[in-house]
């Protein structure tokens, strides 16, 4: 199987994976509480799927290309992103424990919690996107 077609394919599912654990999350937040569980093992895959998708899209990308250049961009943005968003889970986390629940800073911290997550998803689908409208463009790929 040619390289950009197992981009293509992988970065598909991952888009798949993004979109379901969106929509999981969403139920979970709604007050379907028995979709807490699926969407917290769809964020775990999704955002492992995702960070899969960056090592083996930067190994295989052009980087002297224009196009190559703004997905490279985009990965690096996801990544600091990824950093910054389990920064704030930990965060959300340790606010959880030690704050009392009608606190300002806990309820923050939950807020920006649910940001992290989908904002992670939004990014996941943006990178994946990016690769999926690119993947047949001559010169982007190595």
Avoid: C
Wanted: hydrophobic share 55%; no cysteine; glycine share 10%.
């Amino acid at each position: 199987m040619e390289r950009n077609e197992i981009i293509k394919y992988y970065s598909y599912g991952a888009l798949v994976l993004n979109i379901l654990a969106i929509i999981f999350n969403l139920l979970g937040y709604i007050g379907l509480t028995l979709m807490k569980l699926p969407g917290i093992l769809l964020f775990l895959v999704a955002a492992g799927v995702d960070l899969g998708l960056i090592y083996i899209s930067l190994s295989l990308i052009n980087r002297l290309d224009p196009i190559g250049q703004k997905i490279k961009r985009a990965y690096h943005i996801y990544l600091i992103f990824f950093l910054l968003a389990v920064l704030m889970l930990f965060g959300n986390s340790l606010t959880y424990s030690f704050f009392p629940v009608a606190d300002l800073l806990r309820d923050l911290t939950y807020i920006g919690s649910i940001l992290a997550y989908f904002g992670i998803f939004g990014l996941g689908i943006l990178t994946t996107w990016l690769n999926i409208q690119n993947i047949n463009r001559k010169g982007t790929w190595k």
